[in-house]
């Protein structure tokens, strides 16, 4: 690369969760599957991130992606949380999906990704097991702060 380039490199991988609304079970078995279409959709359409997996359980999603450094983080939760929702919403019904504020975030190298893409896929045996992982399932709710 030549000197005085505009070119950046960058390889933040983020894994991403976040809840429905007083942790109701709102992700039924008949939306989960277009849930995480949309969820895959709109991550796809946004410059600057590169979407690598989503799972997650009745109460709460997992979304693991590549962001390029451009990207403002707290903009993009707030629209895929809403896009996600109107999503179900539009086609099940107002109110089908709620999610509640908040959310958990945390930053893994590219070597762990094989690893956060399975917990991510598998999320509901992990839940039925016992087998979570305390850093990837935090969100701010946990840390003392007030439902809404």
């Known amino acids: 690369m030549s000197r005085g380039s505009s070119h950046n490199f960058s390889e933040i991988y983020l894994h991403l969760n976040w809840h429905c609304k007083g942790d109701e079970p709102m992700i039924r078995p008949e939306i989960q599957g ?13 410059k600057g991130i590169h979407y690598e997996g989503v799972g997650g359980a009745e109460d709460h999603v997992h979304l693991a992606f590549q962001m390029e450094p451009f990207v403002l983080l707290s903009d993009f939760i707030g629209k895929i949380k809403g896009a996600s929702s109107h999503g179900i919403n539009k086609v099940s019904g107002a109110g089908t999906l709620k999610w509640q504020r908040g959310y958990g975030v945390v930053s893994f190298s590219k070597k762990h990704l094989p690893g956060i893409l399975t917990y991510v896929r598998n999320q509901k045996e992990h839940h039925k097991k016992g087998t979570t992982n305390r850093v990837l399932e935090t969100h701010w709710l ?3 702060t007030r439902k809404d």
């Open 34 to 46: 277009r849930l995480y279409e949309v969820i895959e959709e709109y991550c796809r359409k946004i």
């Open 142 to 144: 946990e840390l003392g």
